[in-house]
């Protein structure tokens, strides 16, 4: 599953997996990591001004994304729980 999220509090998935974006969005991060739907996104600025996104979605996985890590290393932690979340 590939998606993003911007920074004016919007995200969007197009077809063909996120090649498509929200008009008028601007894009803050692309995530490559969920294996299927997400359905929680949430963004964190640190008082030391790190952004870190929290994703959360049908794969039963929740993601922590430092944005300030280089594109490969952004996904810095992963934990499985029992349910799709949001469902």
Known sequence: YRGGYSNR???GKGRGGGDNWVEGV????ELHGHKQLVRVVTLVTEPTGRQVIYSAGQDRSVRVWDLSLPKNQQC????????????
Do not use: W
């Not at 601007?26 to 991060?29: E, G, N, Q, S, Y």
């Not at 810095?76 to 469902?87: A, K, L, P, R």
């Open 26 to 29: 601007d894009k803050l991060a």
């Open 76 to 87: 810095t932690n992963c934990v499985t729980i029992g349910e799709d979340v949001g469902s």
């Open 9 to 11: 509090g919007g995200h």
